[in-house]
């Protein structure tokens, strides 16, 4: 079955770094664009960003472009969210999702930004 598996979110001061990784199983990987989106509480959940089936393409929210960076790994079926300069309002849970057979959604990684 489809699964997807968000890691490496955490507690970071504004200004710093992390990296989630997405594990993706259960479906072709590479033949998929991927998405991140992410929640914050009380507001609507937003699309962060979208890389393309080879990588060669991605596109990002106004919100976040030239601090977060999006890359995938097809030969480990990984998808990666770079976030960089982070802010206090990116604290969110951040999930990816694969466009499979309707669309699948992982259970989410808290990202909190707070000094």
């Known amino acids: 079955q489809v699964q997807l598996v968000e890691s490496g979110g955490g507690l970071v001061q504004p200004g710093g770094s992390l990296r989630l990784s997405c594990a993706a199983s259960?479906?072709?990987?590479?033949?998929?664009?991927m998405y991140w989106y992410r929640q914050a509480p009380g507001k609507e959940r937003e699309l962060v960003g979208v890389?393309?089936?080879?990588?060669?393409?991605?596109n990002y929210a106004d919100a976040v472009k030239g601090r977060f960076t999006i890359s995938r790994d097809n030969g480990k079926n990984l998808v990666y969210l770079q976030m960089n300069s982070l802010k206090p309002e990116d604290t969110a849970v951040y999930r990816c999702?694969?466009?499979?057979?309707?669309?699948?959604w992982g259970q989410g990684t808290q990202v909190t930004v707070s000094s």
């Open positions: 999702y694969a466009p499979v057979l309707g669309g699948y």
């Open positions: 259960g479906f072709s990987f590479s033949n998929y664009d």
């Open positions: 890389i393309t089936t080879t990588g060669g393409f991605t």
